[in-house]
């Protein structure tokens, strides 16, 4: 069974639309991250939830905007598509607590393309 | 706030060979934990291995070690015995220890194995 799961995997769309990316995680982790993967490979953090509740927020432009049904789910919706918004979207979890190493399990990420 | 470096942006190693990846950090937390994560043409992130700040004993998972030096604030990665299906890109991560603490990415780097 996948750890963290990811839909769609490829999204390519046309500048303007809204679409979201879901992630699922069947761990029981209590924190779900955002990543976002340029073109460079370079890997920089969007959001991370702690039992569905907002913690990391960085400077993401807010046509960004993450949900939190309950602690297995963290969906990301991106409003007024961009050519600039082309990445991989990353989708991790993690278990915290004090015997935690805060490793991070990655689903398998969604290729966005902005056309 | 923390940084991560890997100043080695490409690094090519032939089969069977040992190559070391490097990696510096920096920040004022005492306590923290450090990861390697492999990134293969697939794109699925993987943990290599992790060290805990406060062990002195460096991390060794099969062919993988790390040469971790606190007071450097260095965390290299050594493959030895190197693998075709080593070939990927390697980031090196920093998380706090707190309660769902953000994680720093290093840029990467793209490690080719040559049979």
């Known amino acids: 069974d996948t750890a963290v799961s990811q839909t769609p995997k490829y999204l390519v769309t046309q500048m303007g639309n809204d679409k979201s990316i879901k992630c699922e995680q069947n761990l029981g982790h209590d924190t779900m991250y955002w990543y976002k993967q340029d073109s460079k490979k370079f890997l920089k953090i969007m959001f991370s939830y702690n039992n569905k509740e907002l913690i990391i927020n960085e400077t993401v432009p807010n046509r960004f905007s993450p949900k939190s049904p309950d602690k297995a789910h963290l969906n990301l919706h991106i409003n007024s598509l961009e050519l600039g918004d082309s990445a991989v979207y990353f989708c991790a979890s993690s278990p915290t607590g004090q015997l935690s190493y805060n490793e991070q399990f990655f689903g398998p990420g969604t290729r966005l393309t902005v056309l | 706030a923390q940084t991560v470096t890997q100043s080695q942006p490409e690094m090519s190693v032939q089969e069977a060979e040992t190559v070391t990846l490097s990696c510096t950090y920096d920040t004022s937390e005492n306590n923290y934990y450090l990861f390697w994560y492999k990134q293969p043409p697939s794109r699925q992130m993987i943990l290599v291995i992790r060290q805990e700040a406060y062990k002195q004993q460096n991390a060794t998972e099969n062919r993988f070690s790390v040469n971790f030096q606190k007071a450097a604030k260095s965390f290299s990665l050594k493959i030895s015995d190197s693998q075709l299906g080593d070939t990927a890109m390697y980031f090196c991560?920093?998380?706090?220890?707190?309660?769902?603490?953000?994680?720093?990415f290093g840029d990467g780097t793209t490690l080719t194995v040559k049979p």
């Open positions: 991560a920093f998380t706090p220890n707190t309660n769902a603490g953000k994680s720093t």
